[in-house]
């Protein structure tokens, strides 16, 4: 296993009767961008929020950087270096653009209940350490011109950048994507994929849900299909677009006998 | 940055003292009695805006919290005592200064708590019961917790009336001033009425100044971005249940200091301090307020306490207040300082109207 950053082992959820996801089995290694692709219902998003611990599974266990993260709260998450966004947009509306990425930096800082309340000299510091780094954030972004406005105000686009920003101001070393072209229309897609390129060329591993397919094959070094909860497919997107279980799900069966005569 | 923080609290001790000047040299010092006590009240206001502006929690039992400091304050400072002297643990607790003897209006001995030690066993205490009330309830969403906190609030109130050592109905009366050092003491006799219209005050003050300390804070960043979006927060590694349960704590204790404040100044206190009505008034004055405005929270406390002290609203007090409720939530939800212009109010009364 070289540099395996998250490896999920026979990991299985269920609500009620439905198995969302069962028994899949993945790796993440660092400094790579995956995508998790699949039809809706496939179980994409069940199994970013059983990596992020948003929900607990059943059955199997995740590995972040060698360590079980299974069943840890979603905060020690953070805190252990694996941000997220989400598939609608989870902004803080009514704070400003600034001191929503200023919230990112709540994991990397400590001021506590009471250095706040007594306003402790060191917290200064730590205060003026936190605005900058949103600010810098902000900047590379290019929403410093929008920091003060506040979060509800924006476009829909400018809103995906913030909640981007915001999940990196964290520091992680994994970022977890849920359709962060959804609603996107093209030229900002591409932006998109720039922006994901970019910050994988900064060390942080990116693992991205998404239906909009030629992002997918563009960016990605590697692919894992879902369907119904299962693993159908994983492998370089190359070899994904001519698998046959793939185009199945995807097309339907005459099309997977003709790529494959 | 830090000085238009401070400027408010400037402008509000200046209006303070302008008010005692005011009050003092038209001959009309008995206004103060009553401001004094709607700083007490207020302080269970301020905490109640962290708790319900800021980490959006609603508690429909600060009233209980109000009514454990004042009630703990009041049985430590007027327990006596002096039948059980001799006891090892009386004697440890006199040799480290903690109980003293004093003489009551009837001009018998007590031995009991000295205030300072009953103060700060309210702190402990509050905090305990806040604590261990929060753990399950912090948990709680919505009206789902504000109804849980109304349990806990039935419960200090019928625990409270059905108690001998509480006094029942009569509640306790004969609590001792509270020395606070510098020579100045928590004591309601006209004597000392403007004295303990700063002192109240300053604490008044001094709890709004940690607050807006902690609002503008790491902390309260985080407190509001549970508000707003918990989820969100919670995946940027805010421990919300953490934070939620230390607001509420904090809100408990600053209630509690409000309740021991009071009797102290009163000299007693009733099971009416203890009443649900009188935590849904706190609701309302934070709803009037505009929830997540810190000042307006305060003024509002302080304003409507008065004014209700006064006896302006006779026999209607609590249906003033539930009025006011209403009012706020359908003309004003933002709270009665950020209300629309007053050119905006014409549409806004015909808009309804027509609905």
């Given amino acids: 296993m070289n540099n395996c950053l998250l490896d999920i082992r026979d990991v299985s959820r269920s609500f009620g009767g439905v198995h969302a996801v069962r028994a899949v089995y993945s790796s993440v290694t660092e400094g790579m961008i995956k995508a998790v692709i699949g039809p809706n219902g496939a179980g994409k998003t069940t199994l970013f929020n059983l990596i992020a611990g948003t929900l607990a599974p059943h059955s199997g266990q995740v590995h972040f950087r060698g360590r079980p993260i299974t069943g840890c709260k979603s905060h020690t998450i953070a805190g252990l270096g694996i941000a997220r966004t989400f598939q609608t947009t989870k902004l803080f509306g009514h704070m400003t653009v600034l001191e929503n990425v200023m919230v990112g930096r709540h994991p990397r800082t400590r001021a506590g209940f009471l250095a706040g309340m007594l306003n402790l000299p060191w917290t200064w510091r730590e205060e003026r350490e936190i605005r900058s780094r949103a600010m810098a954030l902000l900047e590379e972004f290019d929403l410093a011109v929008i920091a003060e406005e506040r979060a509800c105000n924006l476009s829909f686009g400018q809103q995906r950048m913030v909640e981007f920003a915001r999940a990196l101001a964290t520091e992680p070393a994994l970022l977890l994507l849920d359709e962060p072209a959804a609603g996107l229309n093209i030229y900002e897609t591409k932006a998109l994929s720039e922006r994901i390129l970019k910050i994988r060329d900064r060390g942080v591993t990116c693992l991205v849900v998404e239906h909009d397919m030629s992002l997918v094959m563009n960016i990605s070094d590697e692919v894992l299909v879902l369907d119904q909860g299962q693993k159908i497919a994983e492998g370089p997107p190359r070899a994904i677009q001519r698998n046959p279980d793939v185009i199945r799900i995807y097309l339907g069966e005459d099309h997977a006998a003709n790529s494959e005569s | ?355």
């Fill in chain 2, 1 to 355: 940055m830090p000085l238009r923080r401070y400027a408010p609290v400037m402008c509000a001790a200046a209006m303070v003292v302008l008010i005692q000047v005011a009050l003092s040299t038209t001959g009309n010092p008995y206004y103060m009695t009553q401001i004094t006590m709607s700083a007490f009240y207020a302080m269970v206001v301020v905490g109640l805006c962290l708790l319900m502006g800021y980490a959006g929690q609603a508690s429909l039992g600060h009233a209980g919290f109000f009514a454990i400091g004042g009630y703990v304050s009041a049985v430590l400072c007027t327990v006596n005592l002096l039948p059980y002297r001799d006891a090892a643990v009386l004697s440890a607790l006199r040799s480290l200064g903690l109980l003293h003897i004093w003489k009551d209006i009837y001009g018998a001995e007590i031995l009991s708590f000295v205030p300072w030690a009953a103060f700060v066993a309210v702190l402990i205490l509050a905090a305990v019961i806040a604590l261990l009330i929060g753990l399950p309830v912090i948990r709680l969403k919505g009206h789902y917790m504000a109804m849980a906190t109304l349990g806990f609030g039935l419960i200090v109130y019928r625990i409270v009336i059905g108690t001998p050592l509480f006094g029942q109905a009569d509640g306790i009366s004969n609590v001792p001033p509270f020395p606070v050092g510098f020579g100045l003491q928590i004591n309601g006799r006209a004597a000392f009425r403007v004295e303990n219209y700063y002192i109240a005050w300053a604490v008044l003050l001094g709890m709004m100044v940690l607050s807006i300390h902690l609002v503008h804070s790491r902390i309260g960043r985080a407190l509001r971005s549970i508000h707003e979006n918990e989820e969100a927060a919670h995946s940027l590694g805010i421990d919300t249940y953490r934070y939620k349960l230390a607001t509420f704590v904090l809100s408990a204790v600053f209630a509690a200091i409000g309740g021991a404040m009071m009797t102290h100044y009163n000299g007693s206190i009733g099971p009416s301090e203890a009443t649900v009505m009188k935590s849904v008034r706190y609701v309302v004055i934070v709803a009037v307020g505009g929830m997540a405005n810190l000042w307006g929270a305060m003024l509002m406390g302080v304003v409507l306490n008065f004014l209700s002290l006064r006896g302006v609203f006779g026999t209607f007090d609590d249906a003033v207040f539930a009025i006011i409720l209403i009012v706020i939530m359908l003309y004003a939800p933002d709270g009665l300082l950020r209300m629309p212009p007053i050119h905006k109010w014409k549409t806004l009364l015909t808009r309804r109207s027509r609905e």
